[in-house]
């Protein structure tokens, strides 16, 4: 009997193999110039990390870098629905208030009658009343002492002077 013959038939090539795509990527990178950049970068590493750390060393730059910590640090601790709300509200806020002008109010203060009148306006109230409190709190916040940021806002004390 004969000897059975095995044979894997090879799949038709569909597309680039792994290598080819390597080189066209290599292509056309060069083709755009990012490899002379690339080049240029490694070759000037000493004076851009001179002039990187000599910007970092300015205090307006170490305050930036803070500041921005610090409002990112509030930003984590604010539910994305909640920040949503309050946007979108002082959006919708200060739309409104661009739309007053003293042309439309005559000029006319409400005088006695008028501030009794608003001193009774449940919808006035209702619209301070988040406002008062958010002004009370901001008062607080205002009042508490901070010396360090990080350690205020994590609890937990810092090593260091």
Do not use: C
Not at 106 to 131: C, F, K, N, Q, S
Request: proline content about 7%; overall charge negative.
């Amino acid at each position: 009997m004969a000897e059975r013959i095995s044979h894997t038939v090879t799949p038709p090539k569909i597309g680039p193999d792994a290598h080819e795509e390597l080189e066209r990527l290599l292509q056309t990178m060069h083709e755009h110039g990012v490899l002379r950049f690339a080049n240029d970068v490694v070759a000037a590493n000493p004076q851009i990390a001179q002039v990187l750390v000599g910007g970092l060393q300015k205090e307006g730059t170490l305050n930036a870098i803070q500041n921005a910590s610090v409002l990112g640090m509030a930003l984590s601790t604010i539910e994305p629905r909640d920040f949503y709300r309050v946007t979108f509200a002082l959006r919708d806020g200060l739309q409104r208030v661009s739309q007053h002008s003293p042309e439309d109010d005559d000029g006319d203060t409400p005088g006695v009658t008028g501030a009794y009148r608003m001193l009774h306006d449940e919808t006035l109230w209702h619209a301070l009343t988040p406002l008062l409190d958010g002004l009370k709190a901001f008062a607080e916040r205002l009042d508490k002492p901070v010396d360090k940021p990080v350690t205020d806002f994590t609890g937990k004390p810092t090593d260091g002077p």
